[in-house]
C-alpha cells in the first residue's frame, strides 16, 4: 500500500507562533509527522509520500524522508501518476470565521468558500480534490472544528481532535498515542466509503467584493458577488494563480487606501470625534485596508459630508 498524508501545521499540537519561531516549530511539525509514519508503517504501510501543504511546504524537516518516506512541497507537485491507495489528513484547522485555532480557509482575504450555500474549509476542499483524484481520505486530525467539518459530508472517516482553542496547553505525549491509536482505527475502515464526490459548483467570497471585478477581467467567471468554479478540484488546480492575482490586486488596495484614510483623517480634524462616532462610521474605519471597498468608501465620504453641512 501506498499512503499519502496530507498535512497543516495549525492544528499540529504545541504549535503556538509559527511565524516568531520557525526553528522551533518546525521541529514540533516534524515531531507529529513522524508519529503519523510510524504508525503507517506498523500498519505494513510500504510507502509513504508526505505533502506539506503549509504556505511554502519548507516546515517539515528532511529527516523524515527515508526509503520508505518521500516528502514533497505544497499540494501542486502530488504526483498523481503514483496510485495511492488512500490519505491521511494532519493537523488541520477550522474554516474561515469559524471558533477555531487559527481559523481561515485558505487565505485571510477569502470569507467563505461554499458549495451551494454551504460554507467549507480546507478539509473539505482538498477532500473532494482527493476523491476527483480516486483517492479516500480515511483520517483527519487537527483542531476540533477541522474534525467536525470532516464528518459533515462523510461521517464515516475516521477523525482525531488534537487541539481546541478552550484547552491551553496540550499533553502532546498523550495526544500522541491518541494519534497513533486513530490511524490504527482508520486502516481498518472500508476505504472506498471514505471517498468523496467532486461534482457540486464550488464559489469563493471575499472580504473585499471589489475584488470580483477585478479578477472578472483577468478571465474568472462569478455569479451572486462570488468567483463560481467548475467544483473544488477546479478551484486547487487554479488556486496560485489566483493567488498571485490576489497578492497583486491586495497591494493596489493597500496603496490606494492607504492614501484615501489619509485625506479621511484631514477631513475629520473639522470635527469632534463625538460628532464622527456619531456617525457609526468607525467600524468601518478600522477595516483592513485591503478589504475597504468603494461601497465602505462612499458611505464614509456621505457621513463626513452631512456632518459639514450640520449645524453648529
Known sequence: MHGLILADIEGIVGIENFLDD??????IYTREIEVYIN?????????????????????????VISNKVNLVSRTENI????????AIMVGYHGMSESPGIFPHTLRFDFKHIRIGEIPIGEVELYSRWLGHHGIPVILVTGDREATYEANCFNAYRN??????????????????RKLSLSVDMAMQLDKNKCLSIDDDETSIEFYNPDNIGTLETEGYKSKNGRLI?????????????????MNRINAHYLEINSEFLKNIRELAKNFSREDV????????????????????????????????????
Open 22 to 27: 520557525v526553528k522551533n516549530s518546525k521541529e
Open 39 to 63: 504508525a503507517l508503517l506498523r500498519n505494513d504501510v510500504k510507502k509513504i509520500t508526505v505533502c506539506d501543504s503549509h504556505s511554502k511546504g519548507d516546515m517539515i524537516l528532511p529527516r
Open 79 to 86: 504526483s498523481f501518476d503514483i496510485n495511492y491507495d488512500f
Open 277 to 312: 462616532e456619531k456617525t457609526n462610521i468607525m467600524p468601518l474605519l478600522r477595516k483592513n485596508l485591503m478589504f475597504l471597498d468603494e461601497e465602505s468608501k462612499k458611505e464614509i465620504m456621505s457621513a463626513l459630508q452631512k456632518l459639514a453641512f450640520q449645524p453648529k
Open 159 to 176: 477523525t482525531c481532535c488534537s487541539r481546541s482553542k478552550f484547552v491551553k496547553k496540550e499533553d502532546a505525549g498523550l495526544i500522541y
Open 229 to 245: 468554479f467548475k467544483n473544488c478540484t477546479d478551484i486547487v488546480s487554479h488556486i496560485f494563480s489566483l493567488v498571485e492575482s
